[in-house]
């Protein structure tokens, strides 16, 4: 595993740069069809738009996330803070900064935000898979040491290498890969055509991948805490708690009849 794809000079590509970039695409090739699908009053520039500045807004506060919790480190090595090309995003942060920015833009072009979020959330569950193998690449978001048979010995300079030498440890970025695109294809091919109200598919989408999320992080060697909580772990209990209450309190399990 490394870090760099390509290195000309000065000049590099990463595999976690590449990655954000192929989750952009695909992400934008697909929700343009879901759009025209949906019949909702969002050209292909309204789209490209609302997912750049959703992205932009997300990373900028999963960096600020990552940053807050870590802030014994980053408090002293404060020109580090910009340095995203080495990791350091935390997922929830992302969600959040993502959210609020994707609201905005929907609400001033009075867009639903439910109906276009069903088709929304499934494809950053699908980017962040993507990503997951940008952290493999750069031996972070690791797990804690394991003897199982698919436990991954890093290399030196990676945050797992440096941290676990010469040490197999579960390779936790992977089980979240492969998690993200088995609660993708559930929910994209099983209930996106489905007429549910408008934000089961979302609710759901976020129900299913914080269940994963919530013990694939009780094995990383790397999570952000909050006292002797995992916050990733709160906050998907939290978001399934969320979540269910939205389904139940608007009985969008309700197939809606055309």
């Not at 998690?179 to 408008?198: H, I, P, T």
Request: charged share 15%.
């Amino acid at each position: 595993m490394h870090p760099v794809l390509i290195e000309i000079g000065p000049f590099e590509i990463r595999y976690y740069s590449l990655m954000y970039l192929l989750a952009i695409t695909s992400g934008i090739f697909l929700l343009r069809q879901e759009i025209t699908r949906k019949g909702l009053a969002l050209s292909k520039d309204d789209v490209i738009n609302l997912v750049l500045l959703s992205i932009f807004g997300g990373i900028i506060c999963a960096r600020l996330y990552y940053v807050a919790f870590n802030w014994d480190y980053y408090g002293v090595h404060i020109k580090e803070i910009p340095a995203i090309w080495k990791g350091g995003l935390a997922s929830h942060g992302g969600f959040i900064g993502g959210f609020i920015v994707a609201y905005l833009y929907l609400r001033h072009y009075r867009v639903p935000i439910w109906k276009i979020g069903d088709s929304i959330l499934p494809l950053i569950v699908m980017g962040e898979a993507f990503v997951r193998f940008g952290n493999f690449m750069n031996g972070e978001a690791h797990g804690v040491p394991t003897t199982l048979p698919w436990g991954i010995v890093f290399p030196q300079g990676s945050p797992a290498g440096n941290e676990f030498p010469n040490t197999p440890v579960h390779p936790t970025m992977l089980y979240q890969l492969f998690y993200n695109l088995m609660a993708f294809s559930v929910v994209w091919f099983g209930l996106r055509k489905k007429e549910y109200k408008d934000g089961f598919v979302a609710a759901v989408t976020v129900i299913i991948y914080s269940i994963g999320r919530f013990f694939i992080e009780g094995l990383r060697a790397d999570s952000l805490y909050l006292g002797p909580f995992r916050i990733a772990q709160i906050m998907s209990m939290a978001l399934i708690s969320a979540m269910i209450y939205i389904i139940l309190s608007r009985r969008l399990w309700v197939k809606v009849v055309i």
